[in-house]
């Protein structure tokens, strides 16, 4: 996993509520046995016509934010399926940040296993980066996860919360599998008592 | 000190190391896998060169991609589709997972299958690579949807990193009226509480209405507990699930069964538990509903009409102009005047014996209406069996509907079974997303018996006057 540390990137604003990972990556990208290739399909059924060719209206096809890095979504951004694809489409195209007021649980956690920040913020503050991202190119936002801020390019400045642990993890770009097998002796110790009290498990 | 909610006593059970943060390493006691999710887990358990820790935990069944008729276990024609199959069959072998290929009869949708098989019990932890996991929490057991990097982290440590979840009580008193089912709950709960209801929260059902649910209902309930938002849905295990359980094939038997429903009695939420959130529902208030738009939480008496956009506040106006235009619905058009194309009976919300009872009671003797499409596809091989030999199969052939093999099918239209763009349908699933059964396809989400209603009048209607 890439290191998540500072991010200077454009911000596509994207203010529908309720945004589903149906929406982020269509079921039909999800036959892949692999975790690479899927940003060209990133909003595949807003981005593209059924014959292939770009709606322009939608934001990612704007001129000003084909290169962006930073959503700025409405209220529950990654509702919906479990699919990791979701993540990693939005990685593949170039996604390393998402701000919205709230996530669902499953997607906000998919995005830490893949050094994408997903920051919650209240709904003022979101309000007025959504309204910076509409600038377009011009305006870049600055993301910092050690100082845990976010700048826009005015100067305007939020603090933000994340979980201590997975903040480690996103600044190092730890693998949770290796970390986690360090307490082996835990699990099995775990495993042992378990299996004498709940010997039917 | 405060008594403990279910939740808190699994998740007590299941703690193996806890870090000063409040991180915890959560013991994992069944991992079911699906061919969707998987394949980039056992590719990066290859890599890295590392083994499936618990592979006696661990069940595994295709169900996504699998064409729904005939002939499926020789050839599956779409390609990509084929190489997860064959992904997973082969990662079974290699790993020495329990498995059930789609030439089993005990293949089936991942959360029937694994409640059917008694690889589900009270107080377990469970995870699966896909949301609908919240289904087995009607056994009581912790269980709740993971990514693919999670899927990998608990075939490789049997554990999940997790934080608590906090407790939300959702409880349903009372008794349910007539052509009222467990469908009806729980899109009604979501209709109340909102897509995001439930984030940052396990929720446990309870009342008179959920205690008198069979365990198909149940699972029903807790099913959509995803769609609330919710980690998880929990219902405490009582004599219904006992029963549903016992003989079950992976059930503990004897002596050890004594010892596990000592311990399942104790699951129940203490009398002087602390609720981070209630909600709490009247049985007699909930009608048979319907979703209009395109968000699960889009939901509506049968008996009422099609929104305006300006009926809603902040963002949801925007999205509600999105769904009525994507729908093609206009504002006051009553619900019972939408006219529907095609009728999907299965999933695993309502793809259960109990639910394909439900409607073929309705549909009994009657016809679809003339050019409707209509399919009926079971939960498992079993559940098809089961329908079979109980008559309920010819009743759905005589009627009109096609009677297909057990999978995901059009719930999510991963298999040949899609919609077509402005197609109609009628869908006992669990989500109406756009494009989720199909590009430009309309879903309205509903209960089994109220499917079939639609499926014999070709439009939306109130079971109540059918049955």
Not at chain 1, 125 to 143: C, P, S, Y
Not at chain 2, 129 to 155: M, N, P
Not at chain 2, 198 to 208: D, M
Request: aromatic share 6%.
């Amino acid at each position: 996993m890439d290191k998540f540390t500072t991010l200077t990137g454009i911000a596509a604003p994207m203010p529908l509520v309720n945004i589903d990972t149906d929406m982020i990556i269509p079921k039909q990208f999800l036959k892949t046995i692999k975790r690479s290739g899927l940003g060209k399909n990133l909003f595949d059924e807003m981005r593209f016509t059924q014959d292939g060719q770009e709606i322009p209206d939608f934001v990612l096809n704007q001129p000003a934010y084909r290169r962006a890095e930073i959503i700025v979504a409405g209220d529950n951004f990654g509702c919906g399926s479990s699919r990791e694809h979701a993540p990693w489409a939005l990685l593949d195209f170039g996604i390393r940040c998402v701000i919205s007021t709230s996530f669902a649980d499953i997607f906000f956690n998919n995005c830490f296993k893949n050094g994408i920040l997903p920051i919650v913020l209240p709904e003022e503050a979101v309000a007025v980066l959504m309204e910076d991202a509409r600038r377009g190119a011009n305006a870049r936002m600055t993301v910092n996860l050690e100082d845990q801020t976010v700048t826009t390019s005015d100067g305007k400045s939020y603090s933000f919360e994340v979980d201590a642990f997975r903040k480690h993890c996103l600044l190092n770009g730890l693998d949770d599998i290796g970390l986690t097998l360090e307490k082996v002796s835990a699990i099995d110790s775990f495993e042992k008592i378990a299996g004498q009290s709940r010997p039917w498990v | 000190m405060a008594g403990k909610t279910l939740y808190d006593k699994i998740w007590d059970a299941h703690v193996a190391d806890e870090q000063d943060d409040g991180t915890c390493l959560l013991y994992i006691d069944r991992h079911l896998v699906h061919e969707v999710t998987s394949p980039q887990a056992f590719e990066g358990l290859r890599i890295a060169g590392r083994k499936v820790r618990a592979p006696e935990k661990t069940i595994a069944v295709p169900d996504h991609n699998v064409p729904t008729t005939e002939g499926r276990d020789k050839h599956i024609d779409n390609e990509e589709s084929r190489i997860q199959v064959e992904a997973l069959d082969k990662n079974a072998r290699d790993f020495g997972i329990n498995y059930y290929p789609v030439s089993d009869i005990r293949q089936g949708i991942v959360h029937i299958v694994g409640p059917e098989q008694g690889w589900t019990l009270p107080g377990m932890t469970v995870v699966c690579g896909d949301s609908h996991t919240a289904t087995h929490g009607a056994f009581g057991a912790l269980a709740h949807g993971i990514g693919t990097s999670e899927v990998e982290h608990v075939l490789a440590t049997q554990t999940l990193i997790q934080k608590k979840s906090k407790n939300m009580k959702v409880e349903i008193t009372g008794k349910l009226r007539p052509g009222v089912t467990a469908k009806d709950i729980t899109l009604s709960v979501i209709g109340a509480t909102g897509t995001a209801g439930g984030t940052g929260y396990v929720i446990e059902y309870c009342g008179e209405a959920i205690r008198d649910l069979s365990m198909e209902g149940r699972m029903t309930v807790c099913n959509m507990a995803i769609e609330g938002g919710a980690r998880a849905g929990l219902i405490a295990p009582d004599e219904t699930t006992y029963a549903y359980v016992m003989g079950r094939p992976h059930a503990p038997k004897a002596a050890q069964w004594e010892a596990a429903l000592t311990w399942w009695k104790t699951l129940h939420s203490d009398d002087d538990a602390h609720w981070d959130k209630v909600v709490t529902l009247k049985g007699e208030d909930i009608a048979p509903v319907v979703t209009w738009g395109t968000s699960p939480e889009d939901v509506l008496p049968i008996t009422g009409a099609v929104p305006a956009a300006e009926d809603f506040k902040g963002g949801k106006v925007e999205a509600a102009a999105r769904s009525l235009d994507y729908m093609g619905l206009k504002p006051g058009t009553k619900l019972t005047d939408i006219k529907i194309d095609t009728v999907f009976i299965g999933s695993c919300t309502n793809g259960r014996i109990e639910d394909l009872r439900a409607a073929a009671a309705i549909l009994k003797g009657k016809k679809i209406k003339d050019g409707m499409r209509a399919m009926v596809v079971p939960g498992s091989g079993l559940v098809r069996a089961q329908a079979e030999e109980e008559g309920l199969a010819q009743i759905f052939i005589d009627a009109g509907f096609e009677w297909r093999l057990a999978g995901c099918s059009m719930c999510l239209a991963m298999n040949p079974d899609q919609l077509s763009p402005g197609e109609r349908c009628a869908a006992t699933s669990n989500r109406n997303f756009e494009g989720r059964q199909g590009r430009g396809g309309r879903t309205h989400l509903m209960s089994p018996a109220m499917a079939a209603a639609a499926a014999v009048t070709g439009h939306l209607t109130d079971v109540r006057e059918l049955m």
